[in-house]
């Protein structure tokens, strides 16, 4: 239970820091209140917030090394990511709040934790003897 409650940490660290980052990356965007342009949106919202999911899920597998209790496991790692990803859709970052941005939204959060349950197979791969990552 201790390494649940350490990926869920280092996942919320993680999306912390993240959302940090894209908040300002936001705010840094055309002054004036101008809505993002196409461009920026992909590059100071999507990306990044792919990058973020990403990133939670593979941080929170290195923790939660125990990979022999699939569930545990799954449950340990996407745990935070799909809270995030409920906050999110339910408060929207850059202001947007139309249903095609909220969709958008929880498309590049599920690809982003699939990418990291992807990357999270890749590391771990081979190391299933010892029920770990590294």
């Known amino acids: 239970m201790v ?4 990926a869920w940490g280092a996942a919320l660290a993680v999306w912390l820091l993240g959302f940090s980052i894209v908040a300002r990356l936001a705010a840094g965007a055309g002054g004036g209140g101008e809505p993002l ?3 920026d949106r992909i590059l100071r919202l999507d990306l990044p917030w792919i ?3 990403v990133s939670m899920v593979v941080v ?3 923790v939660q090394r125990d ?3 699939r569930a545990r496991w799954l449950a340990s790692v996407l745990a935070v990511p799909l809270l995030a990803l409920l906050a999110g859709v339910a408060a929207p970052v850059g202001g947007d709040a139309d249903a095609l941005s909220a969709v958008l939204y929880v498309a590049e959060g ?3 934790a699939a990418g990291g349950l992807a990357l999270a197979a890749l ?3 081979g190391r299933e003897e010892l029920g770990g990552y590294w």
């Open 110 to 112: 599920v690809a982003g």
């Open 123 to 125: 590391f771990g791969a």
């Open 37 to 39: 342009s196409d461009l």
């Open 3 to 6: 390494r649940v409650l350490g």
């Open 60 to 62: 929170a597998g290195a």
């Open 51 to 53: 990058l973020v999911s």
């Open 67 to 69: 990979r022999t209790r």
